[in-house]
């Protein structure tokens, strides 16, 4: 997955209504959209997802506001981050999509944030305990060695992950069954014992599973298209005939239905002793 985009998306909004538009007019309007970055306003209308009950971006916000030295990892295009209305004396982000790192450096850098290119699988760029904080909202892939590193003892980390089998629903309309360690990667129990392998303590993990409806194929279109790592191979192209067969069932029954899932971690690492 790397080079790829760090969040999936969480489309919001729209009524239940299929669109009576063309499968070519809405098919070409998503591949004309822009992919770049985590604005999802396009899927307004188009697209829902159900939010999970512990409200992330509003508690990583506290959580920001009482930091002295932050780190958001894989921060996307920096909207997320940049919700927060306070932010530590020292934050950070890092992002290892191109196309991503320049975005988030033009939000987040008014907001005295740095933003550091760094590749999901390499090394963070930082020095020991650097930070009482780290934040990351669907990581690519969490290093919780890495991560254990640059906390300071005593500090935090505190992110939403994205969980097992998520939205496979869509994934094997296209690809097929999946096998099981395909269906159990991320699975919070594995992540768990990396974590703890890595000398972090699990003050909280919760975990959910979210009802999303794609209301027509451009959705699916842009979704596949941002979600790069969904369906790897993804173009128009190759997958037209099943793109249009999908276009006709949501017209015949309506929304596509799929289940993302998300939990949430709250790891400490432990102050050294007396």
Excluded: C
Excluded at 20 to 39: I, S
């Amino acid at each position: 997955m790397s080079n790829s985009p760090s969040h999936p998306p969480e489309p919001s909004g729209g009524d239940r209504t299929p669109s009576p538009r063309t499968f070519d007019d809405l098919v070409a309007e998503a591949e004309a959209a822009p992919t770049a970055g985590w604005d999802f306003s396009w899927f307004e209308g188009r697209a829902t997802e159900a939010r999970p009950s512990w409200r992330y971006s509003e508690a990583m916000a506290e959580r920001l506001a009482a930091a002295k030295a932050s780190l958001d990892i894989q921060t996307g295009g920096g909207e997320v981050l940049a919700s927060a209305a306070t932010l530590p004396p020292l934050a950070v982000a890092t992002e290892g999509w191109p196309a991503n790192v320049a975005k988030a450096t033009a939000l987040l850098h008014p907001r005295g944030v740095a933003v550091v290119a760094s590749p999901e699988d390499a090394p963070l760029p930082f020095a020991d305990a650097a930070f009482d904080l780290v934040t990351s909202r669907h990581p690519v892939q969490a290093r919780f060695a890495e991560i254990a590193r640059v906390l300071r003892p005593g500090g935090t980390y505190f992110a939403q992950h994205v969980g097992p089998a998520s939205v496979f629903e869509l994934v094997e309309y296209f690809l097929g069954p999946q096998p099981a360690e395909v269906r159990n990667g991320r699975h919070p129990d594995l992540e768990r014992a990396e974590a703890e392998a890595a000398g972090l303590e699990v003050a909280d993990l919760r975990a959910e599973r979210l009802r999303m409806e794609f209301f027509d194929i451009g959705a699916v279109v842009h979704f596949l298209r941002k979600v790069v790592w969904m369906v790897p191979d993804f173009s128009v192209e190759k997958y037209r005939p099943r793109l249009r067969e999908l276009h006709e069932r949501i017209q015949a029954e309506g929304p596509f239905v799929a289940h993302s899932s998300r939990h949430l971690f709250d790891l400490r690492k432990p102050a050294r002793p007396f």
